[in-house]
């Protein structure tokens, strides 16, 4: 399978295990989602936090371009990133952030998709700014080589 595929993959069955989690879904959302709106919000992130449904905590699953820091490698990531829009802060933001944290990391780590050789780097709090977000984002980062020179 090729590389994309693969992460492609991932993202897709990692999405359907958030789907199955009810936990997660209660800490996304103040009210029950439908599939529909949880994909929306998944795969809504559009640079205006305060277009996002639910309780003010956006999940967004993507893959995105690295760059080698002899910017002649690239490679591809998958990564999870959990922001708060600033205008929906509240006083158990971090709690439920954390708790999104510990459930993905269940997940992740109870599936046989990222058991054994699963491609995971990284799996930390980066503080990195947002756009009219707080500063908090959790990255997950699935990942796998893909050397090829940049012509």
Known sequence: MAYLEK??????QLLDLMWNSAELKALLAEEPLTREQFDSQVHGYDKNPETLAGGGVHLMVEINPVKAVNATVMDQQLVVRIVVPEAKV???TA??????????DELIAGNTLFGAG????DSAVHYQPAPNCVGRTLLYTFKAWNRRRKS
């Not at 709690?95 to 993905?104: K, P, S």
């Not at 699963?118 to 780097?121: D, E, G, M, Q, T």
Request: proline share 4%.
């Open 95 to 104: 709690i439920r952030t954390d708790e999104i944290a510990r459930i993905l």
């Open 118 to 121: 699963a491609p995971i780097l």
């Open 7 to 12: 992460l492609t993959s991932y993202k897709t």
């Open 90 to 92: 509240k006083a158990d």
